[in-house]
Nanobody
Framework: QVQLVESGGGLVQAGGSLRLSCAASGRIFSINAMGWYRQAPGKQRELVARIVSVSGGSTNYADSVKGRFTISRDNAKNTVYLQMNSLKPEDTAVYYC???????????????????WGQGTQVTVSS
């Protein structure tokens, strides 16, 4: 019903920057919120940043990335971005996009709400 496609991961030296993008497509009625999570080897998946799509676009960040990462959105493009600055080796992980969406049924006769995940993009920060 809804697909999320991520891009922008890669290898960067400590102190460098990367920008992740996540575009949502499909039978979307509305996107209520989008966010980025990450999972490092041997660790649980954790919230990195989240942004609400309604007017005002409130955000929340993990304490470990506050002041370094910025989440933003383009509602017209159903896209969310994560600007990551001052990267550290401990930021190394697979980053997953998440979207809380309201979507149409295949016949467009009713709507449902569900969360979707992207396939993940690897971010590696070398020391």
């Amino acid at each position: 019903q809804v697909q999320l496609v991520e891009s922008g991961g890669g290898l960067v030296q400590a102190g460098g920057s990367l920008r992740l993008s996540c575009a949502a497509s499909g039978r979307i009625f509305s996107i209520n919120a989008m966010g980025w999570y990450r999972q490092a080897p041997g660790k649980q998946r954790e919230l990195v940043a989240r942004i609400v799509s309604v007017s005002g676009g409130s955000t929340n960040y993990a304490d470990s990335v506050k002041g370094r990462f910025t989440i933003s959105r383009d509602n017209a493009k159903n896209t969310v971005y994560l600007q990551m600055n001052s990267l550290k080796p401990e930021d190394t992980a697979v980053y997953y996009c998440n979207a809380d969406t309201t979507y149409y049924s295949s016949s467009y006769t009713f709507r449902s709400r569900a969360e979707y995940w992207g396939q993940g993009t690897q971010v590696t920060v070398s020391s």
